[in-house]
C-alpha cells in the first residue's frame, strides 16, 4: 500500500506565490507519474501538471508559465512551484501517483493513488 501526504497549502494575495510538496511512502515497487489535480467548488477535478520517472512533463495551459513540477525519484516526492497565482487557482490541490505493482506474468500494472488534499486559496 503506497500513501502520498501533501503539505505546503494555504492563503496568499493574488501574485504571490506557494509550493506544494507530496511525498509517497508505504510499500513502494515503482511509481511512474506523479503530480497534481486541483478542484474548485462546483466544477470538476482537472490536471494541473505531471512528470514522469524520466523527467518529462506535461500541463494545463492555464498554468503554463507559472506553475514549474520538479521531482525526486530517489525520494518518491514531487513539487510545485505556483508563482504568480490568481483568484482563479483557488482549488483543493491533490496529488496523485501511479504506483506500480508487478503481475503473476511479471508485468507492471499501475494504480492511481491519491493524496488526502491540500487547500490554495489566493486572494484578490
Known amino acids: 500500500q503506497v500513501q502520498l501526504v501533501e503539505s505546503g497549502g494555504g492563503l496568499v494575495q493574488a501574485g504571490g506565490s506557494l509550493r506544494l510538496s507530496c511525498a509517497a511512502s508505504g510499500s513502494i515497487v515503482s511509481i511512474r507519474a506523479m503530480g497534481w489535480y486541483r478542484q474548485a467548488p462546483g466544477k470538476q477535478r482537472e490536471l494541473v501538471a505531471a512528470i514522469r520517472s524520466g523527467g518529462s512533463t506535461n500541463s494545463a495551459d492555464s498554468v503554463k508559465g507559472r506553475f514549474t513540477i520538479s521531482r525526486d525519484n530517489a525520494k518518491n516526492t514531487v513539487t510545485l512551484q505556483m508563482n504568480s497565482l490568481k483568484p482563479e487557482d483557488t482549488a483543493v490541490y491533490y496529488c496523485?501517483?501511479?504506483?506500480?505493482?508487478?503481475?503473476?506474468?511479471?508485468?507492471?500494472?499501475?494504480?492511481?493513488?491519491w493524496g488526502q488534499g491540500t487547500q490554495v486559496t489566493v486572494s484578490s
Open positions: 496523485y501517483a501511479e504506483s506500480g505493482r508487478r503481475l503473476s506474468d511479471n508485468t507492471m500494472y499501475y494504480d492511481p493513488v
